[in-house]
């Protein structure tokens, strides 16, 4: 990353991409009649836009620079923390779901560490570590939620 803005842009962009693509997951699940799997990704959606309004705020008064979709540098196709799009099978199981979405929040966290690991740019890593710190929590309540799943307990989507 080049600067702050830059980075900011990014975050941004993973955060919408998180949003949107949970909700498609959702909204597919919901038709097709899958209730618990799409309120799963209903909350995973929320909590992706929580992180996205937070990006926004902490982008605060700078000016981001508007990047196409080929500018982003993304370590894959998609940027990171956009859940696999075959989740939408509408036969998929909780235990499905649950892996789709811890690895796309993994994807998450390692983006921003790579990030906060490689820049020389100290605002960056400050930001970059607060990004991870914030995925670290969203992949350990997913490890949490398999846990309950595979115990047979009730997830707080359940609700």
């Known amino acids: 990353m ?3 803005e830059e980075f900011l ?3 941004v962009q993973l955060e919408t991409d998180a949003a949107l693509r949970f909700g498609q997951l959702a909204d597919a699940m919901q038709s097709a009649g899958n209730r618990e799997v799409s309120q799963l990704f ?3 959606a929320h909590y992706s836009q929580l992180h996205l309004a937070d990006a926004k705020e902490r982008a605060g ?3 981001l620079p508007a990047l196409s979709q080929t500018t982003f540098r993304w370590p894959d196709i998609e940027s990171p923390e956009s859940a696999a799009i075959w989740a939408t099978d509408p036969f998929v199981g909780r ?3 649950l892996q789709v979405a811890l690895d796309a929040e993994t994807a ?3 983006y921003y560490t790579d990030v906060m690991n490689t820049t020389q740019d100290p605002e960056i890593r400050a930001f970059a570590r607060e990004f991870s710190e914030e995925e ?3 992949v350990a309540e997913l490890q949490r939620w398999i846990a309950l799943h595979k115990a047979g307990a009730p997830l707080p989507t359940d609700h």
């Open 95 to 97: 235990e499905e779901a």
């Open 42 to 44: 209903r909350r995973l």
């Open 2 to 4: 080049d600067n702050v």
């Open 108 to 110: 998450g966290l390692n």
């Open 61 to 63: 008064f700078r000016q």
């Open 9 to 11: 842009a990014h975050a």
């Open 136 to 138: 670290a929590e969203h």
